[in-house]
């Protein structure tokens, strides 16, 4: 809806570039022309609304788009009449004028050197169009003044605008009458923009090594201090013993440039400090600027949606009115850029479900007019952009019955079901509550749009709802794209950063808490059961937390799927500037991206969601591990674990069992990629491969293993389909310890193999 500008104009033609002005001028138009509806002699409005078309006029003369300076020169009379209080813009003034705008757009977007003719404009109904023009502008010009005339604004004689300019796409109308006083824009390419953001993180985390070395030199302080005492105590004992000795004056000597060097130690110390303090705020000054230039304010994505909304009310027959609050909340522009489509159905959906025909508005005793808001703020590092509506709110009985008719469950699990739960099936794909199809919804196409592209932001979304008062969709998203809000965690060692806007709770967990029920652990929070989860299984492979005496414990899915994540400590909240993975990663699970930490440390940032889904496919399988205390797992650290590598989930299945049976940690991956991830991330005993595997094959994973200094005493033995004397060959020669035929063994072969090259499974 809103009209981007390209960052780089300079290959534009004049006629591409009267078609971005057109755009950007038509927002403007649209906008305050609407606003006239409910104050059509408001000055400032009607100032913006002549300059637009006195540019847009000039603007068209430049291309000799005579159509287009016909129309703008119009449509220009009209409000220079306005201003002079010679009529008045009302409702059916506004519409023609609406319509002009739309003309101007269809009158830019023709070929080049295609919008004239021998006997006129090409534009069909152009003609007719201005003799209305002028009906309203001669028709009205006889009648006497409304209200006190103030005077016009003389146009200029020259474009006093260029596309993208303060006054073309500003939304204010106070803001208008100072133009002098709008901020000016500076485009920049992203590819410039993405290198200096990237340069500024560096520069950030360069900055904050600083510390780390001023805390060196204080230990090197201290030990020189530790070294001047023992000066002392050797300049006493020489002193008892031979008051007077060349060796007394060495070691006063010493002492004296052990102190200069302490005094000269202690003056730099601070000088680091006052450097280090200096660096860190001109470091976020410089990021803090950069970002800056990625930032939009929240209504410039909003440029069209007054229209939308009118135009809605005129399709559906009913009376509404759009409330933009927060217009100049900064947002990042990618995130901006994804929000119009989500908020455009979100918009329409409060238009067709929420708000209420003009009689039941009446009999409810509401106000005839309806009202859509539109709100953008900042709270808590966060950007909360709501879409509310005053309407009749949403039927939760009748959601219900929706639910059930789906077979999504059963009415009884509904009944017991939270307002929040109920809410949460409106976004599901295909789901809809109208019985019928129109024009503006009923397909069950849109609320899944609007999470899914919010998902992708790594945003959240929530529903609240009261009936008879209205509904509101808040959308909770991250500033910024390039920064994340985390809490650092420890798991197998390793930090990880889960984003804050999808941790519900991080607390500590004492074990007199945990319960088991049926095989599985949980513990009770705000009322419910939570189900525990080892964080090492699903990012580790080790599953073997343990159950100490306080837990650290994170909360994350969504309200009816919440797993508590046990972790080994909490490291603390960070600003992450996060750096995409190397594609040659490939998706690596359970990871959305990376970052680095303060000293430089690459740390790894969680896709939540997909980590609730490994947690969901370890319980349906039957797989997830219980969480031991220290006592059972002190038992059981010495149990050996093996890789089995195969894309046969049949034959993986098989091994998994056979080796499960004596006693064996077993884990699976499903080709050689998978598998290599698998062994450089997680410690294994032994790895069995097959040979045949799509993207990367066991030869070539014998092959890195054997050639990785950490990982060549790793034993790996390849079971094959094909007793191929070529595949036998070419296995050895990689480094494979073992060589098996699918076809020829039995339980016992690979058992026997396993026992030889590993030993028993607690051995």
Same mark, same amino acid.
């Given at each position: 809806?809103?009209?981007?500008?390209?960052?780089?104009?300079?290959?534009?033609?004049?006629?591409?570039?009267?078609?971005?002005?057109?755009?950007?001028?038509?927002?403007?138009?649209?906008?305050?022309?609407?606003?006239?509806?409910?104050?059509?002699?408001?000055?400032?409005?009607?100032?913006?609304?002549? $300059?637009?078309?006195?540019?847009?006029?000039?603007?068209?003369?430049?291309?000799?788009?005579?159509?287009?300076?016909?129309?703008?020169?119009?449509?220009?009379?009209?409000?220079?009449?306005?201003?002079?209080?010679?009529? *008045?813009?009302?409702?059916?003034?506004?519409?023609?004028?609406?319509?002009?705008?739309?003309?101007?757009?269809?009158?830019?977007?023709? #070929?080049?050197?295609?919008?004239?003719?021998?006997?006129?404009?090409?534009? +069909?109904?152009?003609?007719?169009?201005?003799?209305?023009?002028?009906?309203?502008?001669?028709?009205?010009?006889?009648?006497?003044?409304?209200?006190?005339?103030?005077?016009?604004?003389?146009?200029?004689?020259?474009?006093?605008?260029?596309?993208?300019? #303060?006054?073309?796409?500003?939304?204010?109308?106070?803001?208008?009458?100072?133009?002098?006083?709008?901020?000016?824009?500076?485009?920049?390419?992203?590819?410039?923009?993405?290198?200096?953001?990237?340069?500024?993180?560096?520069?950030?985390? =360069?900055?904050?090594?600083?510390?780390?070395?001023?805390?060196?030199?204080?230990?090197?302080?201290?030990?020189?201090?530790?070294?001047?005492? !023992?000066?002392?105590?050797?300049?006493?004992?020489?002193?008892?013993?031979?008051?007077? $000795?060349?060796?007394?004056?060495?070691?006063?000597?010493?002492?004296?440039?052990?102190?200069?060097?302490?005094?000269?130690?202690?003056?730099?110390?601070?000088?680091?400090?006052?450097?280090?303090?200096?660096?860190?705020?001109?470091?976020?000054?410089?990021?803090?600027?950069?970002?800056?230039?990625?930032?939009? #304010?929240?209504?410039?994505?909003?440029?069209?949606? +007054?229209?939308?909304?009118?135009?809605?009310?005129? !399709?559906?027959?009913?009376?509404?009115?759009?409330?933009?609050?927060?217009?100049?909340?900064?947002?990042?522009?990618?995130?901006?850029? %994804?929000?119009?489509? +989500?908020?455009?159905?979100?918009? $329409?959906?409060?238009?067709?479900?929420?708000?209420?025909?003009?009689?039941?508005?009446?009999?409810?005793?509401?106000?005839?007019?309806?009202?859509?808001?539109?709100?953008?703020?900042?709270?808590?590092?966060?950007?909360?952009?709501?879409?509310?509506?005053?309407?009749?709110?949403?039927?939760?009985?009748?959601?219900?019955?929706?639910?059930?008719?789906? /077979?999504?469950?059963? =009415?009884?699990?509904?009944?017991?079901?939270?307002?929040?739960?109920?809410?949460?099936?409106?976004?599901?794909?295909?789901?809809?509550?109208?019985?019928?199809?129109?024009?503006?919804?009923?397909?069950?196409?849109?609320?899944?749009?609007?999470?899914?592209?919010?998902?992708?932001?790594?945003?959240?979304?929530?529903?609240?709802?009261?009936?008879?008062?209205?509904?509101?969709?808040?959308?909770?998203?991250?500033?910024?794209? &390039?920064?994340?809000?985390?809490?650092?965690? /420890?798991?197998?060692?390793?930090?990880?950063?889960?984003?804050?806007?999808?941790?519900?709770?991080?607390?500590?967990?004492?074990?007199?808490?945990?319960?088991?029920?049926?095989?599985?652990?949980?513990?009770?929070?705000?009322?419910?059961?939570?189900?525990? @989860?080892?964080?090492?299984?699903?990012?580790?492979?080790?599953?073997?937390? +343990?159950?100490? =005496?306080?837990?650290?414990?994170?909360?994350?899915?969504?309200?009816?799927?919440?797993?508590?994540?046990?972790?080994?400590?909490?490291?603390?909240?960070?600003?992450?500037?996060?750096?995409?993975?190397?594609?040659?990663?490939?998706?690596?699970?359970?990871?959305?991206?990376?970052?680095?930490?303060?000293?430089?440390?690459?740390?790894? *940032? *969680?896709?939540?969601?997909?980590?609730?889904?490994?947690?969901?496919?370890?319980?349906?399988?039957?797989?997830?591990?219980?969480? /031991?205390?220290?006592?059972?797992?002190?038992?059981?650290?010495?149990?050996?674990?093996?890789?089995?590598?195969?894309?046969?989930?049949?034959?993986?299945?098989?091994?998994?069992?056979?080796?499960?049976?004596?006693?064996?940690?077993?884990?699976?991956?499903?080709?050689?990629?998978?598998?290599?991830?698998? @062994?450089?991330?997680?410690?294994?005993?032994?790895?069995?491969?097959?040979?045949?595997?799509?993207?990367?094959?066991?030869?070539?994973?014998?092959?890195?293993?054997?050639?990785?200094?950490?990982?060549?005493?790793?034993?790996?033995?390849?079971? &094959?389909?094909?007793?191929?004397?070529?595949?036998?060959?070419?296995?050895?020669?990689?480094?494979?310890?073992?060589?098996?035929? %699918?076809?020829?063994?039995?339980?016992?072969?690979?058992?026997?193999?396993?026992?030889?090259?590993?030993?028993?499974?607690?051995?």
């Amino acid at each position: 809806m809103s009209a981007t500008l390209p960052p780089d104009l300079t290959d534009f033609s004049m006629m591409e570039l009267f078609r971005l002005e057109v755009n950007n001028q038509a927002a403007v138009l649209a906008e305050h022309l609407i606003g006239l509806e409910h104050q059509p002699v408001d000055p400032s409005r009607l100032e913006v609304l002549m $300059r637009a078309a006195h540019s847009l006029k000039g603007a068209a003369r430049m291309v000799n788009c005579e159509a287009a300076v016909r129309l703008a020169h119009a449509m220009e009379e009209v409000f220079v009449a306005a201003q002079t209080g010679r009529l *008045v813009l009302l409702v059916r003034q506004v519409d023609v004028l609406l319509r002009g705008v739309d003309l101007m757009q269809q009158i830019a977007q023709m #070929p080049e050197n295609g919008t004239e003719a021998e006997n006129g404009p090409l534009v +069909p109904g152009m003609a007719d169009y201005l003799v209305e023009l002028d009906t309203i502008h001669q028709g009205n010009a006889a009648e006497p003044p409304r209200t006190p005339p103030f005077p016009a604004a003389v146009p200029p004689e020259t474009v006093d605008t260029v596309p993208g300019t #303060p006054t073309a796409t500003g939304l204010s109308a106070k803001a208008a009458e100072k133009p002098a006083a709008q901020p000016r824009f500076l485009r920049v390419t992203a590819a410039n923009l993405n290198r200096l953001l990237a340069l500024t993180g560096e520069s950030l985390i =360069a900055s904050r090594r600083l510390e780390p070395l001023a805390g060196s030199l204080l230990r090197v302080q201290r030990q020189l201090g530790g070294l001047s005492k !023992t000066l002392d105590a050797i300049h006493e004992a020489l002193g008892r013993e031979t008051p007077v $000795r060349p060796s007394v004056a060495h070691v006063h000597q010493a002492r004296t440039q052990l102190s200069q060097c302490r005094r000269a130690l202690s003056e730099r110390l601070l000088d680091l400090e006052d450097s280090d303090q200096r660096s860190a705020h001109l470091s976020h000054r410089l990021y803090n600027e950069a970002l800056a230039c990625r930032m939009r #304010p929240f209504g410039d994505g909003l440029l069209g949606f +007054p229209r939308m909304v009118r135009d809605l009310a005129r !399709t559906l027959g009913k009376q509404a009115r759009l409330e933009i609050q927060g217009p100049n909340t900064y947002v990042d522009r990618d995130i901006l850029e %994804k929000l119009e489509a +989500p908020l455009t159905h979100l918009v $329409r959906n409060a238009f067709d479900h929420g708000i209420e025909p003009l009689e039941e508005r009446r009999a409810a005793g509401k106000p005839d007019e309806g009202v859509i808001r539109l709100e953008a703020r900042h709270s808590a590092g966060d950007l909360l952009v709501s879409v509310s509506d005053d309407g009749a709110g949403i039927d939760l009985a009748g959601l219900r019955g929706a639910v059930v008719r789906k /077979q999504l469950t059963t =009415a009884a699990e509904t009944e017991k079901m939270s307002s929040v739960e109920l809410l949460d099936f409106l976004l599901l794909p295909g789901f809809t509550m109208k019985q019928t199809v129109t024009e503006i919804s009923g397909r069950g196409v849109g609320l899944d749009v609007v999470q899914a592209l919010v998902k992708e932001v790594r945003g959240v979304i929530r529903i609240t709802t009261e009936r008879g008062t209205g509904t509101t969709f808040q959308l909770q998203l991250p500033l910024t794209l &390039s920064i994340v809000r985390a809490l650092l965690v /420890q798991i197998e060692s390793e930090p990880y950063a889960f984003p804050l806007a999808h941790v519900a709770r991080a607390f500590r967990l004492p074990k007199e808490g945990v319960r088991a029920v049926g095989g599985r652990q949980y513990f009770s929070f705000d009322g419910q059961q939570i189900g525990l @989860v080892s964080a090492s299984q699903i990012f580790g492979g080790g599953g073997e937390a +343990p159950l100490s =005496a306080e837990n650290c414990v994170l909360i994350i899915g969504q309200a009816g799927r919440l797993y508590g994540l046990v972790v080994e400590k909490f490291l603390g909240e960070r600003e992450l500037i996060v750096q995409p993975l190397d594609p040659r990663l490939g998706k690596i699970k359970d990871i959305s991206c990376g970052a680095l930490m303060e000293d430089g440390a690459p740390v790894l *940032v *969680v896709e939540v969601a997909d980590a609730v889904r490994s947690i969901e496919k370890l319980v349906e399988t039957g797989t997830l591990t219980r969480i /031991q205390r220290e006592d059972a797992r002190e038992a059981n650290k010495k149990r050996k674990r093996i890789l089995v590598v195969d894309d046969s989930l049949t034959v993986r299945e098989l091994e998994k069992k056979l080796l499960q049976t004596r006693g064996y940690e077993v884990e699976i991956a499903v080709d050689g990629m998978d598998g290599w991830n698998a @062994v450089r991330t997680g410690k294994f005993d032994l790895v069995v491969t097959d040979v045949d595997m799509p993207r990367q094959d066991g030869i070539e994973l014998v092959s890195l293993i054997k050639r990785d200094p950490g990982l060549t005493a790793l034993p790996v033995i390849i079971v &094959s389909y094909k007793d191929r004397e070529e595949d036998r060959r070419r296995g050895l020669e990689a480094g494979a310890d073992h060589y098996l035929a %699918k076809g020829s063994f039995h339980d016992e072969t690979l058992l026997v193999a396993v026992v030889n090259l590993i030993g028993e499974a607690t051995g």
